[in-house]
T-cell receptor
Framework: DSGVTQTPKHLITATGQRVTLRCSPR?????VYWYQQSLDQGLQFLIQ???????AKGNILERFSAQQFPDLHSELNLSSLELGDSALYFC????????????????FGPGTRLTVL | SQQGEEDPQALSIQEGENATMNCSYK?????LQWYRQNSGRGLVHLIL?????REKHSGRLRVTLDTSKKSSSLLITASRAADTASYFC??????????????FGKGTKLSVIP
């Protein structure tokens, strides 16, 4: 158990809908990362938050947005869903101290499996 | 875009044999990490090797890094059926504003046959 929790485990929805995925980082971790894993694209970095602020952006679509709240949990919002958005969405957390050394290990949650019908 | 590329894509071995997986990448890195993923589950961090290190050991795992060739290898010795999983290399690069980004390869699917 990594200490990172994600809810829900599974989500089935229809095209055009909007969903929210939730992540609680490990106790003490300030950084939260979101990844998308699909069969064709592999594991893609979407976005990182550090202590409530956006820190880095990866291959995140404009239809997707995220935020990190004062209690450090994070939510990933996916809107106008398309069939191609079906994937496993992982959240990871790390200590992520400002100017952190390059030994910052990311701990992954169990993922949310999103199916868009 | 894919930074790390694992080779082979799939590997099947007998229990007790050694398994070697390779990873190649394109740009300069701060460190390289190996992760393991059991089918449909979250990724588990295995080992991290810094760009100024050449070899690292952790239990039955041995990782090498050759920055001149931009490649790394993961060796699992005396494999067990429980090692069956997908293994990913991830390269950490500086992405600006004090932030580092991990870029994952597509993974090697290892099957260890009892």
């Amino acid at each position: 158990d990594s200490g990172v929790t994600q809810t829900p485990k599974h989500l089935i929805t229809a095209t055009g809908q909007r969903v929210t995925l939730r992540c609680s980082p490990r106790s003490g971790d300030l950084s939260v990362y979101w990844y998308q894993q699909s069969l064709d694209q592999g594991l893609q970095f979407l976005i990182q938050y550090y202590n409530g602020e956006e820190r880095a952006k990866g291959n995140i679509l404009e239809r997707f947005s995220a935020q990190q709240f004062p209690d450090l949990h994070s939510e990933l919002n996916l809107s106008s869903l398309e069939l191609g958005d079906s994937a496993l969405y992982f959240c990871a957390s790390s200590v992520g101290a400002s100017g952190f050394p390059s030994t910052d290990t990311q701990y992954f949650g169990p993922g949310t499996r999103l199916t868009v019908l | 875009s894919q930074q790390g590329e694992e080779d082979p894509q799939a590997l099947s071995i007998q229990e007790g044999e050694n398994a070697t997986m390779n990873c190649s990448y394109k740009t300069s890195i701060n460190n390289l990490q190996w992760y393991r993923q059991n089918s449909g589950r979250g990724l588990v961090h295995l080992i991290l090797i810094r760009s100024n290190e050449r070899e690292k050991h952790s239990g039955r795992l041995r990782v090498t890094l050759d920055t001149s060739k931009k490649s790394s290898s993961l060796l699992i010795t005396a494999s067990r059926a429980a090692d069956t999983a997908s293994y990913f290399c991830a390269t950490e690069t500086y992405s600006g504003a004090g932030s580092y980004q991990l870029t994952f390869g597509k993974g090697t699917k290892l099957s260890v046959i009892p």
